[in-house]
């Protein structure tokens, strides 16, 4: 039951940040908030993982925003604190799986763009889908 509860707060979490990544090229500050502070609750409420098993997983979107900032946003503020949300319901193992799933895809996609000429190597071109992507991916395997 628990997991359910887990998986549909994260796909969640990632549809709406997906929609608003893939239209405006931003997350929403209010949802990363509003889900952060859910997840914490879920997590004291339900005990299924240990509190340093969720700050693993944020500490992994903290890396992404030290990235951020040492890169000028080559990879944006937003991505980071989206995965530091889906750090504290997943963990360190299963972010990082998330964000290898969502680069892999980028990579694909985003690739077979560059060599069909529909996209720059240089366009800024949003993340979050690409995550969501992979998540949907996970449940299935």
């Known amino acids: 039951?628990?997991?359910?509860?887990?998986?549909?707060?994260?796909?969640?979490?990632?549809?709406i940040n997906?929609?608003?990544?893939w239209r405006k090229g931003e997350v929403s500050l209010v949802s990363l908030?509003?889900?952060g502070a859910a997840g914490i609750g879920l997590n004291v409420w339900l005990g299924y993982q240990s509190l340093l098993e969720a700050a693993g997983g944020a500490g992994l979107g903290i890396?992404?925003?030290?990235?951020?900032?040492?890169?000028?946003?080559?990879?944006g503020f937003g991505d980071g604190f989206l995965l530091c949300v889906t750090g504290i319901y997943l963990g360190f193992?299963?972010?990082?799986?998330?964000l290898f799933l969502g680069?892999?895809?980028?990579?694909?996609?985003?690739?077979?763009?560059?060599?069909?000429?529909?996209?720059?190597?240089?366009?800024?071109l949003p993340f979050v889908p690409f995550l969501l992507l992979g998540f949907i991916g996970r449940l299935f395997l």
């Open 93 to 98: 193992w299963e972010n990082l799986n998330l």
């Open 103 to 124: 680069a892999v895809l980028s990579a694909l996609i985003l690739g077979a763009g560059v060599l069909v000429k529909k996209v720059k190597l240089k366009d800024r």
């Open 18 to 21: 997906g929609i608003l990544d």
């Open 33 to 35: 908030l509003s889900f």
């Open 63 to 75: 890396l992404l925003l030290l990235t951020a900032f040492l890169t000028g946003e080559a990879i």
């Open 1 to 15: 039951m628990e997991a359910k509860i887990i998986k549909s707060a994260v796909f969640l979490l990632l549809l």
